[in-house]
C-alpha cells in the first residue's frame, strides 16, 4: 500500500533555513506496529546529528535532533509519545491529557535507524503494536525537532498551533489511520 509522505511545516518561530525540507509518512508495519519514516533534506551539513550510539531508551531526546510521533485514539485524550534519536536511541511515553503522564513503560527495544542522504538524512523506526493505545482509529501526528550547529533548535511539525511550538497540542494528530485489527495493513 502506498503511504503518503507528509510535508512538516517550520514553526514561525524558527530562524531562517534555507532550503530546509522535512517530511514524514506512518503506516503499518504488517503486524499491527507502525513504520514512520523522515527525511531531512537541504542541511548543506549545518545539523548537529547526535553520534551512534547502542539502542536504548533515553530521555529528554527533544534537547537536540530528533524525530516524533504523537498516537492517539479519535475522540479520546489520552496520547502517547514516541521520540526517535538519530543516535539509535528512544523513548516512549504516556499521557491521560495533554501533558498529564500517566505510567505508561515499556523497556523491549525499539527498531530505529538513521543514515545518511546526499544532502540531509533519513530516519526510520518501528513502534511496536503493543505501544500503541487500543482503539479503532488511531490519530497521529509527525514532528522533528532539528539542532543547528549553533545549538538553535527549530520545529517543524504536521500543523502548529498559535504561539509557542507545542507537538502535545491536540489539533497537531491530524493523520488518521484505520483500525489496527484490520486485514489490510501495510
Known amino acids: 500500500m502506498h503511504r503518503p509522505r507528509h510535508?512538516?511545516?517550520a514553526h514561525p518561530s524558527n530562524r531562517p533555513s534555507a532550503n530546509l525540507t522535512?517530511?514524514?509518512?506512518?503506516?503499518?508495519?504488517?503486524v499491527g506496529g507502525l513504520d514512520l519514516r523522515f527525511r531531512v533534506c537541504g542541511t548543506g551539513g549545518a545539523l548537529r546529528l547526535p553520534a551512534p550510539a547502542a539502542p536504548r531508551r533515553e530521555?529528554?531526546?527533544w534537547r537536540h535532533t530528533c524525530?516524533?510521533?504523537?498516537?492517539g485514539v479519535a475522540g479520546s485524550a489520552s496520547y502517547r509519545e514516541f521520540n526517535f534519536s538519530p543516535s539509535g536511541c528512544w523513548a516512549a511515553y504516556g499521557f491521560s491529557a495533554t501533558r498529564c503522564r500517566d505510567d505508561f513503560d515499556v523497556?523491549?527495544?525499539?527498531?530505529?535507524t538513521c543514515g545518511p542522504l546526499p544532502d540531509g538524512f533519513a530516519l526510520e523506526a518501528v513502534i511496536p503494536a503493543a505501544w500503541l493505545p487500543a482503539g479503532a482509529s488511531l490519530t497521529v501526528a509527525l514532528s522533528t525537532v532539528l539542532e543547528a550547529d549553533d545549538g538553535t533548535l527549530g520545529y517543524w511539525a504536521l500543523r502548529h498551533p498559535p504561539g509557542q511550538p507545542d507537538f502535545h497540542w491536540p489539533g497537531a494528530r491530524c493523520l488518521t489511520l484505520p483500525d489496527v485489527n484490520r486485514e489490510e495493513r501495510g
Do not use: Q
Not at 522535512?22 to 504488517?30: I, K, P
Not at 523497556?107 to 530505529?112: A, K, N, S
Open 59 to 61: 530521555d529528554g531526546l
Open 67 to 71: 524525530m516524533e510521533a504523537f498516537v
Open 22 to 30: 522535512v517530511a514524514a509518512s506512518v503506516g503499518y508495519d504488517g
Open 107 to 112: 523497556e523491549t527495544p525499539c527498531h530505529c
Open 7 to 9: 510535508s512538516l511545516i
